[in-house]
C-alpha cells in the first residue's frame, strides 16, 4: 500500500517536473523571440550604400556653347577651319569648400544665312528679333556671335538674351580661348552667400500693401491689379521656371512705422537714417497677415504714404545723402517704398487730397527688389563688354540660367544633407519608425538627385532643376513625415519599467521550478555514487 | 631621433591646423572680416515659450510665461514667430478673484494678459508628443501656420521653459515626463534639419541645471535656476489673488530685461549675473561649452530681440509706360464699383452630408485589463473547483 502511494506521487512528481520543464521550453522557445519581434520598431529599408554615395556625388554642369562666326569677321585661310568642336573643363570653387567641375563644349562654326542677315542689320533690336525667330535656345545653352570690328552693330550692347556679340580681328584660337577665361565667369559667380537669399521653395507668395497712416489727409488710390498684369506678371512669368508664384495685394489704413522720423532743417524734410531702418519692419509685420496667406515663403512689398505732419520723408543712407530711390529691403522678407506725395497737390486743395500713385515708379523699384532677394545682381563685367540693360520684362534669360544653375546646385545640396541627416539620425537613435511610405520617399529623392546630377552633366538645365526640385521636396517629406515621432518619446528605462511588471510574476515561478529540478537531478545523480 | 619627432610634432601641428580650419568651414557662417567673425550671421528670431503646470496653485508659472512672452515682444520679435504653450487658463479660472488678469507684480501692479496675446497651444494641448513636434518640424499637414515653428538655418531660437521638475525631467501637465535625453535628442534633430543657427535654453524648475546636462549638438547655451539638489523658490505671494505670483529666477530676468531695449548692447554675460544666491536662494547655472563664439560678444537682442539685415536699394530697372491704357482701366474700375454684386456667405458645412450620416463601423480592440483579470478569475476558481491536481506542482 504505501509503495503504491508511493509510486503514484513519484508519478505526479515526475509528471510535475515535465509539465515545468513544457512551460519553461514554450516560454523561452516561443514566447521570448513572438515577443522581441511584435515590439521591434518597424523600419523599412532604405538605401543606405546610395545616400552615403550622394555625399561623394561629383556634381559637373555642362554648358553647349555655340560660336558663330560671320563672314567678314574672319580671314579665308581661318574659315576653313570652321566647324569644330572644342571641350574645355573648368573647376569654379563654391563656398564651403565645394567645387563643381564646369564644361564649356564649345561649337564653332560659320554663321547661317539668317543669321548673316540678321547680324548685318542696322540695330541691335532688329538683329535680336531676327535671330531669335527660327532658332528654340534651350535653357542653359550659350551662343556667342564673332562679328566684324567694322559692323555697325558693335557700338550698341551685348544683347540680352543667351547670346554675346564679341569681335576681334584675328580670332586664332588661341586669343579667342583667352577672352572665355572671363568671359564665363559672368554665370557663375556667387556674389551673394546663398543663405541670405530667398529660400528654394516650389511655391512663392508676393504681397503688395499700401500702408496710408493718414487717411484723413490722403486718398491714395493705386491701380495695383492694372500694375501687376503690366509689369509683374511678365517678369514673374519669366521667372516661371524658378517656381509657382501667387500675388495678393491690400490696402492698410492707420499703419505706423514703428520709429519717429527726424526733421532736417537744412531741406525742410523728414528723414530716416539707416540705423532706425531694421526697427522699422517688426511694428508693421504684424499688421500684415502674411502668416495667415499660405505656407510657402512670403515675400512683402510694402508702399508707406507718409502722414501729412512728417510729409516728405527721406530715406538716408550711411553717408547722411537722401536714397534716390527711397527705398530699402531686407533678405528673406520683401521691401519697403515711401511715397512723396507732391507738395503741388496740397494747393488750395481740401483734405483729404486725392493721391494717384505713379505705379510705374514704384513698380521699377519693386521688380528692382524682388531681382535682389533673388540674387539677380549685375555681375562683375570684364573689359571691354557692354551690357545691355534688361528687357521690358526685367529679366535676361542669361540671368535666368545663372539663378537655376545655382538654385539647382543649391537644391541637390539641400536634398543631399536631408538624406545624409536622416540616416545618421536613424543611426543614432534606435527609436525611430520608418513606415512604407517614408521609405518610398527617400527612394524617389535618391534616384531624383541622381537624375538631377545626369541632366546637370549633359546640359539640360530645365530637367534637371525640375528634378532637383523634386529631390527636395521629396527629402522633406521624408525628414517630416510625422510619424517618425511616434516611439521618439518612450526612452529604454521607460519601456523596462513597463515590461518588468508583466514578465516578472511569470518569470519567476518558472525559473524557480527550473532550479529546483535541477537541484533534485544533481542530488539524484550523486545518491547512486554515495552507495557505490 | 629628433628628427623624426619633430616631423611628428610638425605633423601634428599640421593635422591640428587643418582640423580647425575645416571646423571653421563646417560653421554655418564664414566671414572674411575678424569682426563679422564674432556677429551672429542670424537673419531671423524665434521664441518657444512653454508652461507646463496645469491647476490654479501653479499660477506663477504661466505668469512667468507670459511675462517672458511680453518682453520678447517688447524687444521686438512677432506674434508670428513666437509659439506660446500655457498649459492652464489663470486668466478666465473661476478661482481668479481678478477676471481676465494675470498679475507678476503683487499688489497688481503689472498684468501681462491683455488683449494681444496670443496663445498657439492651451490647455490640454501642451503635451510633450506637441512640444516636441514643434521643435522637430514634424507637424501633421493640417496645422495652422501660427503653430509651427517655421525656423531655418539662419534663425536664432529663443526656448523658454517652466514648471515643475526633477532630476533629469519635466513635468507635463501633471501626467507627463519629458526627460533630458529626449530633449537633446530633439535638438540634435533640429540641428541635423538646420533649423536653428544658435539656441539658447532657458528653463526656470527645481533641478533645472539637470535638463541641460545632456545636450550635445552645437550652437546651444543654456542656463538653469538651479542646480541639481536644489529647488527653484518662488517670488511673492499675494494676498489678494492668494497664490505666488512669479517664480524667483524670472522675477530678476526680467528685471534684467526691463533695461533692455532693442538696440542695447548688453552681452550675456550680465545675464549670467543675474539672480545671485543672495537674491534667489538657489544658485543659478549655465552652460555655454556647446556655443561657438563667446558669450561676451554675444547680445542679449541676439535672442530676445529681432534686429533685422536691411540694404538700401540703390539700383532700378527700367519699365515703359503705357498711359493711355492706366487710364481707361481707371474708368473701368470706377464703373465696377457701382456694379458689385451683393455678397453672400460660401458655403462652409456639408450640413446635409452631416445629418444623415452612418454610424461608422468601429475597429476591434482586443480586450482590456479589467476583463481579462475577470476571466482569469473564473478560470482559475473553475479548475480550483474540478481539481486539476498537477497544476499545484507549477504555481
Known amino acids: 500500500m504505501a509503495a503504491a502511494g508511493a509510486a503514484a506521487t513519484h508519478l505526479e512528481v515526475a509528471r510535475g517536473k515535465r509539465a515545468a520543464l513544457f512551460f519553461a521550453a514554450v516560454a523561452i522557445v516561443l514566447g521570448l523571440p513572438l515577443w522581441w519581434k511584435t515590439t521591434e520598431t518597424y523600419r523599412a529599408s532604405l538605401p543606405y550604400s546610395q545616400i552615403s554615395g550622394l555625399n561623394a556625388l561629383q556634381l559637373r554642369l555642362m554648358v553647349p556653347v555655340t560660336v558663330v562666326f560671320t563672314r567678314e569677321s574672319v580671314p579665308l585661310d581661318d574659315q576653313e577651319k570652321l566647324p569644330f568642336t572644342v571641350v574645355h573643363e573648368r573647376e569654379i570653387p563654391l563656398k564651403y569648400k565645394m567645387k563643381i567641375k564646369c564644361r564649356f563644349q564649345k561649337a564653332y562654326r560659320r554663321a547661317l544665312d539668317h543669321e548673316e542677315e540678321a547680324l548685318s542689320s542696322g540695330s541691335v533690336q532688329e538683329a535680336e528679333a531676327m535671330l531669335d525667330e527660327p532658332q528654340e535656345q534651350a535653357e542653359g545653352s550659350l551662343t556667342v556671335y564673332v562679328i566684324s570690328e567694322h559692323s555697325s552693330l558693335l557700338p550698341q550692347f551685348c544683347p540680352p538674351f543667351g547670346s554675346m556679340m564679341e569681335s576681334s580681328p584675328i580670332p586664332e584660337e588661341k586669343q579667342v580661348q583667352l577672352s572665355w577665361e572671363y568671359r564665363l565667369p559672368l554665370f557663375f559667380d556667387p556674389q551673394e552667400p546663398l543663405t541670405s537669399l530667398t529660400p528654394v521653395s516650389v511655391g512663392y507668395e508676393i504681397t503688395f500693401s499700401l500702408l496710408n497712416p493718414d487717411p484723413k489727409s490722403h486718398d491714395v488710390y493705386w491701380d495695383i491689379e492694372g500694375a501687376v498684369r503690366r509689369y509683374v506678371q511678365p517678369f514673374l512669368n519669366a521667372l516661371g521656371a524658378a517656381g509657382n508664384f501667387s500675388v495678393d495685394s491690400q490696402i492698410l489704413y492707420y499703419a505706423m512705422l514703428g520709429v519717429n522720423p527726424r526733421f532736417d532743417s537744412a531741406s525742410s524734410s523728414y528723414y530716416l537714417d539707416m540705423h532706425s531702418l531694421p526697427h522699422v519692419i517688426n511694428p508693421v509685420e504684424s499688421r500684415l497677415g502674411s502668416s495667415a496667406a499660405s505656407l510657402y515663403p512670403v515675400l512683402n512689398f510694402l508702399l508707406y504714404v507718409p502722414e501729412l505732419a512728417h510729409s516728405p520723408l527721406y530715406i538716408q543712407d550711411k553717408d547722411g545723402a537722401p536714397v534716390a530711390t527711397n527705398a530699402f529691403h531686407s533678405p528673406r522678407w520683401g521691401g519697403i517704398m515711401v511715397y512723396n506725395v507732391d507738395s503741388k497737390t496740397y494747393n488750395a486743395s481740401v483734405l483729404p487730397v486725392r493721391v494717384e500713385v505713379d505705379m510705374v515708379r514704384v513698380m521699377e523699384v519693386f521688380l528692382a527688389q524682388l531681382r535682389l532677394l533673388f540674387g539677380i545682381a549685375q555681375p562683375q563685367l570684364p573689359p571691354k563688354c557692354l551690357l545691355s540693360g534688361p528687357t521690358s520684362e526685367g529679366l535676361m534669360t542669361w540671368e535666368l540660367d545663372r539663378l537655376l544653375w545655382a538654385r539647382s546646385v543649391e537644391n541637390l545640396a539641400t536634398a543631399t544633407t536631408t538624406l545624409t541627416s536622416l540616416a545618421q539620425l536613424l543611426g543614432k537613435i534606435s527609436n525611430i519608425v520608418i513606415k512604407d511610405d517614408v521609405a518610398s520617399e527617400v527612394y524617389k529623392a535618391v534616384a531624383a538627385v541622381q537624375k538631377s546630377a545626369e541632366e546637370l552633366a549633359s546640359g539640360h538645365l530645365a530637367s534637371a532643376f525640375v528634378a532637383s526640385q523634386e529631390a527636395v521636396t521629396s527629402s522633406e517629406l521624408a525628414f517630416f513625415d510625422p510619424s517618425l515621432l511616434h516611439l521618439l518619446y518612450f526612452p529604454d528605462d521607460q519601456k523596462f519599467a513597463i515590461y518588468i511588471p508583466l514578465f516578472l510574476p511569470m518569470a519567476v515561478p518558472i525559473l524557480l521550478s527550473l532550479v529546483k529540478i535541477f537541484l533534485e537531478t544533481r542530488k539524484s545523480w550523486r545518491k547512486p555514487e554515495k552507495t557505490d | ?395
Request: hydrophobic share 40%; with cysteine; proline share 5%.
Open chain 2, 1 to 395: 631621433m629628433a628628427v623624426t619627432d619633430s616631423l611628428s610634432r610638425a605633423a601634428t601641428v599640421l593635422a591640428t591646423v587643418l582640423l580647425l580650419s575645416f571646423g571653421s568651414v563646417a560653421a554655418s557662417h564664414i566671414e572674411d572680416q575678424a569682426e563679422q567673425f564674432f556677429r551672429s550671421g542670424h537673419t531671423n528670431n524665434w521664441a518657444v515659450l512653454v508652461c507646463t503646470s496645469r491647476f490654479w496653485f501653479n499660477y506663477r508659472h504661466v505668469a512667468n510665461t507670459l511675462s517672458v512672452y511680453r518682453s520678447v515682444k517688447r524687444l521686438g520679435i512677432p506674434d508670428s514667430h513666437i509659439v506660446l504653450m500655457l498649459a492652464d487658463d489663470m486668466a478666465c479660472n473661476p478661482r481668479n478673484p481678478k477676471p481676465a488678469t494675470v498679475f507678476s507684480h503683487k499688489n497688481m501692479e503689472l498684468n501681462v494678459y491683455g488683449d494681444d496675446v496670443e496663445v498657439d497651444y492651451r490647455s490640454y494641448e501642451v503635451t510633450v508628443e506637441n512640444f516636441l513636434r514643434v521643435l522637430t518640424g514634424r507637424i501633421p499637414p493640417s496645422t495652422p501656420r501660427s503653430k509651427r515653428l517655421l525656423s531655418d538655418d539662419r534663425s536664432n531660437i529663443l526656448i523658454y521653459m517652466t514648471g515643475h521638475g526633477g532630476n533629469g525631467f519635466l513635468k507635463f501637465q501633471d501626467s507627463e515626463e519629458i526627460t533630458n535625453i529626449e530633449l537633446a535628442d530633439a535638438f540634435e534633430q533640429m540641428w541635423q534639419k538646420r533649423r536653428y543657427n544658435e539656441l539658447l535654453f532657458i528653463i526656470d524648475t527645481c533641478q533645472g541645471a539637470s535638463m541641460y546636462e545632456r545636450f550635445y549638438s552645437p550652437n546651444i547655451m543654456a542656463l538653469a535656476s538651479s542646480q541639481v539638489g536644489e529647488d527653484s523658490l518662488s517670488h511673492q505671494p499675494d494676498p489678494a489673488i492668494g497664490v505666488h505670483l512669479m517664480d524667483r529666477y524670472t522675477f530678476y530676468v526680467l528685471e534684467f530685461l526691463e533695461e533692455i531695449n532693442p538696440a542695447s548692447q548688453t552681452n550675456m554675460n550680465d545675464l549670467f549675473q543675474v539672480c545671485p544666491k543672495s537674491l534667489c536662494v538657489s544658485t543659478p547655472g549655465h552652460r555655454t561649452d556647446l556655443f561657438q563664439r563667446d558669450p561676451k560678444n554675444v547680445l542679449i537682442t541676439d535672442f530676445f530681440g529681432s534686429v533685422r539685415k536691411v540694404e538700401i536699394t540703390t539700383e532700378t530697372i527700367k519699365l515703359q509706360q503705357d498711359s493711355e491704357i492706366m487710364e481707361s482701366s481707371y474708368k473701368e474700375d470706377q464703373m465696377d464699383e457701382k456694379l458689385m454684386e451683393p455678397l453672400k456667405y460660401a458655403e462652409q458645412l456639408p450640413v446635409a452630408q452631416i445629418i444623415h450620416q452612418k454610424p461608422k463601423l468601429k475597429d476591434w480592440h482586443p480586450p482590456g485589463g479589467f476583463i481579462l483579470g475577470l476571466w482569469a478569475l473564473i478560470i482559475m476558481v473553475f479548475f480550483k473547483t474540478y481539481g486539476i491536481k498537477h497544476m499545484k506542482f507549477i504555481f
